[in-house]
């Protein structure tokens, strides 16, 4: 199950051709990069609900190359609570079950 997907704009030219760009996980959209991009910078692109797939999809809504310098796929287990019975996600670098808040950042 994903959850978000990190996206490292390149950092040498053309910062701007990475935003608009849609994320997608096999065919479900996860979500966009922001209009407005910049060199060298991180951009993570938190899906509405985890999605399961094994294939990460950029596609630009520009007529133009998209590079990147690097991409990160964070994922989320998906299990349920005996106590309560409701679902919630176990994020890989939590530890415990959480709703989705408190997350810790693999790195800055």
Same mark, same amino acid.
Request: charged share 30%; aromatic share 6%.
């Given at each position: 199950? +994903? !959850? &978000? +997907?990190?996206?490292?704009?390149?950092?040498?030219?053309? @910062?701007?051709?990475?935003?608009? &760009?849609? *994320?997608?996980?096999?065919?479900?959209?996860?979500?966009? +990069?922001? /209009?407005? =991009?910049?060199?060298?910078?991180? $951009?993570?692109?938190k899906? /509405?609900?985890?999605?399961a @797939?094994?294939? +990460? /999809?950029?596609?630009?809504?520009?007529? &133009? $190359?998209?590079?990147?310098?690097?991409?990160? *796929?964070?994922?989320? !287990?998906?299990k349920?609570?005996? !106590?309560e019975?409701?679902?919630? $996600?176990? $994020?890989?670098? &939590?530890? @415990?079950? =959480?709703? @989705?808040?408190?997350?810790?950042? *693999?790195?800055?």
């Open positions: 199950m +994903v !959850d &978000t +997907v990190r996206i490292l704009n390149r950092f040498n030219c053309c @910062g701007d051709r990475l935003g608009g &760009t849609s *994320v997608s996980i096999g065919d479900q959209h996860c979500g966009k +990069v922001p /209009e407005k =991009t910049e060199q060298n910078k991180w $951009y993570d692109i899906c /509405e609900k985890p999605i @797939g094994k294939q +990460v /999809e950029l596609r630009t809504n520009k007529n &133009t $190359y998209l590079n990147i310098s690097g991409i990160e *796929v964070i994922a989320a !287990d998906v349920e609570q005996a !106590d019975g409701k679902k919630c $996600y176990k $994020y890989v670098n &939590t530890q @415990g079950c =959480t709703n @989705g808040h408190n997350i810790r950042k *693999v790195r800055d």
